[in-house]
C-alpha cells in the first residue's frame, strides 16, 4: 500500500460547509479553477475534430507540436523550442505526479521541490518509491545528488517569480551533478510585475541555448480556460522527451485526437489569453485592495492567479475568520509547514463573486 498524504483540499470541507450558510451565498476563493468561457476558436476546433474514429497519435500531431514550439519562440523567446521535442499530455497533473516513475526513479533516488509548493510533486515522488525533500537551498545538499529537480515559477501557491540569474544558477548546479531539472511554467503568461517578467528555464538566458538535462511543463487550463479539456505538453531535452513518448506509448497515455486539434487553436491565437489577462487584472486589483484595507499583508503574487496573504496567524484562523464572511480561500500549510500563517487567494471566481467578496470585505 502506498504512503500517500491525505488529499488536503478534503480537509477544508466544513469550512467550506459554514461559508455555504452566508446569505448571498458562498464566494470560492480556493481551487483556482477557470470559470470563463473556453474561447470560441477553440471549441469550434473541438467540434470539428469530433469525427475521430482512429486512434490518436501519443506523439502528438505535427500541427501540434509546430504550434506549440511557435508559440514558445514567439512568445516566450525559447529560441531552441524544437517541434520534435514535443510532447502533448492529459493534463500537466499527470505529467507531475508520473514523471519520476517514467524516468525510471526509485528508492535510491531523491526529488527536490520548492518548501511552498504545489503538493503533486512530492506525491510524484512517493509513488516512484524515491525519497521527496522539500528544499529551497539547492547549496545546503553538499554531496547529494538529486535525481531531479522541480521548479516552478510563477509559483503556485506564492506568485513569486524567479529571474533568469536564480534560474541559470540552479541549471549550472544541476548540470555539475548529472540531475534533471523540471519546470513548471503553468502561469508563464500571467506576470503582473513589468520589472519582474515570468521567463522559461529554456530561455537562451537560463539555459545558455541548450536544452540538455532540462524539461519545461506547460498548461491550457489556466492560459485559455481549457482545465476541462485536460491539455498540456512537455519539452526540452530531446533525448528526455524521447524517454517519456516511449513509456507513455505503451502506457497509453495519449491526448485524445479533438483536444489536439483545440490546443493548435488555443496556441495559435493570442487574443483570447490577452482578454482572459486582463479580467484576471481586474479582478486581482479588486482583491488586493480588498484584503490590504481589512489587514492583510500580499507577499510575492507579482505573478500567476493568487495572491499569498497573512494576517500574522495560524492560516486554520484566517480561512474560518473568513469562512464566516462566506468566503473560501485555500490555507498555506496545504503547501508546506512554511505556509501555516499564510493563505493563497485565487482571482479565478467571476466579476459578480468577486465583487461580492470585495463587500463582505
Known amino acids: 500500500m502506498l504512503a500517500l498524504p491525505d488529499f488536503p483540499w478534503d480537509r477544508l470541507l466544513p469550512y467550506r460547509e459554514r461559508a455555504a450558510a452566508h446569505p448571498s451565498g458562498v464566494v470560492d476563493l480556493s481551487v483556482g479553477t477557470p470559470v470563463d468561457p473556453t474561447p470560441e476558436p477553440v471549441r469550434a476546433a473541438l467540434a470539428a475534430a469530433a469525427d475521430a474514429p482512429g486512434y490518436p497519435q501519443t ?59 504545489y503538493p503533486t510533486y512530492d506525491v510524484g ?36 517569480v524567479l529571474p533568469a540569474s536564480h534560474l541559470r544558477k540552479v541549471v549550472s548546479w544541476a548540470r555539475e551533478r548529472g540531475t534533471i531539472v523540471v519546470s513548471d511554467e503553468c502561469y508563464l503568461d ?67 485526437a479533438p483536444v489536439q486539434a483545440a490546443m493548435v487553436a488555443a496556441f495559435s491565437d493570442e487574443t483570447h489569453v490577452a482578454e482572459q489577462r486582463e479580467r484576471y487584472a481586474r479582478r486581482r486589483a479588486l482583491l488586493r485592495g480588498a484584503f490590504e484595507r481589512h489587514g492583510f499583508r500580499v507577499d510575492h503574487s507579482e505573478a500567476s492567479l493568487y495572491l499569498w496573504a497573512t494576517r500574522g496567524e495560524s492560516c486554520w484562523d484566517t480561512v474560518a475568520h473568513l469562512a464566516d464572511l462566506g468566503i473560501v480561500v485555500g490555507p498555506g500549510d496545504f503547501y508546506g509547514p512554511a505556509g501555516a500563517e499564510h493563505v493563497r487567494i485565487a482571482f479565478t471566481a467571476t466579476d459578480e463573486r468577486v465583487e461580492a467578496g470585495v463587500a463582505r470585505l
Open 59 to 117: 506523439y502528438g500531431t505535427p500541427r501540434l507540436r509546430e504550434a506549440v514550439a511557435a508559440w514558445l519562440r514567439g512568445t516566450h523567446g525559447v529560441s531552441g523550442a524544437d517541434p520534435d521535442a514535443v510532447l502533448p499530455v492529459i493534463g500537466t497533473k499527470e505529467l507531475v505526479a508520473w514523471l519520476p516513475t517514467i524516468l525510471g526513479f526509485g528508492a535510491d533516488d531523491t526529488v527536490v521541490f520548492p518548501e511552498l509548493a
Open 190 to 256: 500571467f506576470g503582473w510585475d513589468p520589472e519582474r517578467p515570468p521567463v522559461s528555464i529554456l530561455h537562451p538566458d537560463v539555459c545558455g541555448g541548450t536544452h540538455e538535462g532540462l524539461l519545461a511543463v506547460n498548461s491550457l487550463s489556466k492560459r485559455s480556460n481549457l482545465a476541462g479539456y485536460r491539455a498540456g505538453f512537455v519539452t526540452g531535452d530531446p533525448a528526455l522527451v524521447k524517454r517519456l513518448l516511449e513509456v507513455r506509448k505503451h502506457a497509453g497515455m495519449i491526448v485524445p
Open 125 to 160: 515522488a512517493r509513488l516512484a518509491g524515491a525519497t521527496p525533500l522539500a528544499t529551497d537551498g539547492l547549496l545546503s545538499l553538499g554531496p547529494t545528488r538529486p535525481a531531479l529537480v522541480w521548479v516552478n515559477s510563477p509559483s503556485n501557491p506564492t506568485g513569486k
